[in-house]
């Protein structure tokens, strides 16, 4: 306080009109250093919406953020996420945007050879362009963390990654999102952020024997095995969630909760956590509707009740 | 006659082995029975919990106001039976129809940290109702952000 005083007794005239319009410009020299800022925080909205975050960062507690690392299991083995930080050599910190959105799109690094499906590109295609350069943007931003990636482990018929071309001729359909217009805004948002940005049918659809989505039976969950079940999520009374309101359907999406109050676990718990929850309540609202409109299908999964 | 005592003998003999053999049965499937309680209990508990969380939703979130008066009662089950949430999973009730991963009993140390945010979360809400605070959506998020951290690494996918 006293200190104050003293320097207010100080100083010259003038010094406080000055100080004020210094500060006054801060703010705006600093926006014009960042142009981008209003993109980089899209991008950030954008890559909670198509789910990347626990693909690409460790499951441990302090990991690097989206510097790859995390296992993904599957039938064909192991996959380990890749390192998506601007780091220059373990990194993408060499890509344009156009790497990520041919990665994206078609499904291919910057020097042409196949990605896994494992990475979803079949939905990603759907992704308008907008939205892959605001992620873009964003990725340029974070801290760049040098980590090597860690080889997938596969069975030896899935090694053969030129193989994927002709995966990719039976299951991509590659093509940005075209809103219908024959039905509401919301609606079409919602389809967008399910199908485009969310990848939900990729895990909520049974697959057929060549590693595709099942066109019949989408969004109508599926076995894993001994490892229980993905719930169906049509709106069919008994074996899906046609007895969920609206409303029921964004409390899930944003805290996890279904409408028992149990709590979403595992690989839901995680989507909810880095994904759906970052999501505006409109846009959550958007993808509830979008899925109540989707055909009920029966698809019994036999849940047991895990407590 | 002394066929009679032999074979009079050979039956104690095997009354005695039936009813050893059966009194182990009977005790094991006593045994087996308790545990299968015991997993009976903690599903109960674990669905109550749920209950008393939905109701505490339709009123803090969704606006029931007219049981507005109720809260402390669910928020204080909640409470009262976090308390210790590991001792609802002690050894071997890891079997049957339960979800609960083995990651349960192999990482006992983060269950008990993880148990202990959702006891501690409770516990704010708790407070936070019965000081007349209004918005307890925040509290209710948390409460809701431990219960799902949880069951990410501890419970099976359903």
């Not at chain 1, 801060?26 to 014009?32: D, E």
């Not at chain 1, 892959?132 to 997938?152: D, F, G, M, T």
């Not at chain 1, 919301?186 to 989505?213: D, I, Q």
């Not at chain 1, 046609?242 to 028992?260: Q, T």
Request: net charge negative.
């Amino acid at each position: 306080m006293g200190g104050a005083k003293r320097l207010t007794r100080r100083g010259p005239w003038w010094s406080a009109p000055v100080l004020l319009g210094l500060a006054l410009c801060l703010p705006s020299a600093a926006q014009a250093e960042h142009p981008d800022d209003e993109l980089i925080k899209r991008g950030e909205y954008a890559l909670h919406a198509a789910g990347c975050i626990s693909c690409h960062t460790k499951k441990e507690d302090n990991a690097p953020f989206l510097a790859g690392g995390r296992a993904i299991e599957s039938p064909f083995g192991t996959f380990y996420g890749p390192n998506i930080t601007p780091d220059k050599e373990t990194g993408i910190g060499n890509w344009s945007a156009n790497d990520l959105a041919r990665a994206l799109t078609e499904g291919r690094g910057p020097d042409g050879r196949h990605y896994y499906p494992a990475l979803p590109y079949t939905s990603y295609t759907r992704m308008k362009r907008e939205d892959i350069e605001a992620i873009w943007a964003y990725l340029q931003s974070i801290e760049p963390v040098r980590q090597e990636n860690k080889p997938h482990e596969l069975v030896w018929y899935a090694r053969f990654r030129p193989g994927l071309r002709f995966w990719n001729v039976l299951h991509l359909r590659p093509g940005e999102f075209v809103p219908r217009e024959s039905e509401s805004d919301e609606w079409n948002r919602g389809a967008y952020l399910v199908n485009a940005m969310g990848h939900c049918a990729e895990c909520h659809t049974p697959r057929t024997r060549t590693g595709g989505l099942d066109p019949n039976r989408l969004f109508a969950g599926q076995r894993l095995g001994d490892d229980g079940s993905i719930p169906n999520i049509t709106p069919d009374r008994d074996t899906g969630i046609g007895r969920w309101s609206g409303r029921h359907i964004m409390r899930y999406l944003d805290m996890g909760m279904d409408p028992d109050g149990d709590f979403a676990g595992g690989t839901m718990a995680e989507v909810i956590e880095h994904g759906t929850s970052h999501l505006s309540s409109e846009d959550q609202r958007a993808m509830a509707v979008y899925l109540m409109s989707l055909a009920p299908i029966r698809h019994d999964l036999s849940v047991p009740t895990h407590r | 006659m002394q066929q009679a005592v032999r074979f009079t003998r050979s039956i104690a003999v095997a009354v005695a082995m039936t009813l050893g053999l059966g009194l182990a049965a009977t005790s094991q499937v006593h045994a087996f029975d308790s545990i299968e309680a015991t997993v009976d209990y903690r599903k109960g508990v674990m669905r109550a919990i749920g209950g008393n969380t939905a109701a505490l939703a339709a009123v803090i979130v969704d606006g029931a106001d007219d049981y507005r008066a109720n809260l402390a009662i669910h928020a204080r089950y909640i409470v009262d039976m976090t308390k210790d949430i590991p001792a609802l999973f002690p050894e071997g009730s890891d079997f049957g129809e339960t979800g609960a991963l083995p990651a349960v009993w192999e990482n006992q140390e983060k269950y008990a940290e993880l148990s202990e945010n959702t006891h501690k979360a409770a516990v704010s809400l708790l407070s936070a109702i019965e000081g007349g605070d209004q918005d307890l959506g925040p509290r209710f998020r948390e409460l809701g952000q431990s219960c799902r951290a949880c069951h990410d690494d501890f419970r099976q996918r359903d």
